[in-house]
């Protein structure tokens, strides 16, 4: 069963636009985590957001959670052509994580 | 080398051949996981383990065998390989159970199976 889901699916921005990729999922979690996986690589961490909180940054992201709507966005700031990659929300579900089919970011020069 | 490795990095096998995917971790962790990667299904976990001698099934296992016996090690296997699990195959380790840890993934195993 998939938890997350990922919204748009595929997305082109030009190079120095903000990205926003946002994730549903159905049931309460505890924590949810947004994963980067460049064309051929495994996934990385990228950060990771509690239930009891609203807004996280790590660099050039931020990520938000509403836990109300059950949805979570994440922004990359002034793309860079090495942000071309797919990114996966994951939701927790006892002691495993399920991902999402993923949204695939394309930044064009 | 330190971090979670995976071997065979690719491996091409015929229907009805068993194959056995290795992972090595140097961090640990208690946790270890198998993924497949699949167009358009995203990652779908095959197998979990949370520590030496505990495995637990994950959303896919049929036609998946795992073993753990050390700590370091989770081995997958595909007792009589089918076209249909031609795929990418990622394992993933964590130091703690859940969502509350990052995982941290292999570089993947491109399985075809003919």
């Known amino acids: 069963s998939q938890q997350g889901e990922e919204d748009p699916q595929a997305l082109s921005i030009q190079e120095g636009e903000n990205a926003t990729m946002n994730c549903s999922y159905k049931?309460?979690?505890?924590?949810l985590q947004w994963y980067r996986q460049n064309s051929g690589r495994g996934l990385v961490h990228l950060i990771l957001?509690?239930?009891?909180?609203r807004e996280k940054h790590s660099g050039r992201l931020r990520v938000t959670l509403d836990t109300s709507k059950k949805s979570s966005s994440l922004l990359i700031t002034a793309s860079r052509a090495a942000d071309t990659a797919s990114y996966f929300c994951?939701?927790?579900?006892?002691?495993?994580?399920?991902f999402g089919k993923g949204t695939r970011l394309h930044i064009l020069p | 080398d330190a971090g979670i490795t995976q071997s065979p990095r690719y491996k091409i096998t015929e229907t009805g051949r068993q194959v056995t995917l290795m992972c090595h971790q140097t961090?640990?962790?208690?946790?270890m996981f198998w993924y497949r990667q699949d167009l358009g299904h995203g990652l779908r976990l095959i197998y979990y383990?949370?520590?030496?001698?505990?495995?637990d099934k994950g959303e896919v296992p049929d036609g998946y065998v795992v073993s753990r016996s050390k700590t370091e090690n989770f081995p997958l296997t595909l007792e009589s390989a089918t076209r249909s699990q031609t795929s990418v195959y990622f394992c993933?380790?964590?130091?703690?159970?859940?969502?509350?840890?990052?995982?941290?993934f292999g570089p993947g195993t491109r399985l075809t199976v003919t």
């Open positions: 049931t309460s979690i505890n924590n």
């Open positions: 961090w640990s962790h208690s946790y």
């Open positions: 993933a380790s964590s130091g703690l159970a859940g969502g509350s840890h990052e995982q941290y």
């Open positions: 957001i509690r239930s009891n909180e």
């Open positions: 383990s949370a520590a030496a001698d505990i495995t």
């Open positions: 994951a939701t927790d579900e006892e002691d495993k994580i399920i």
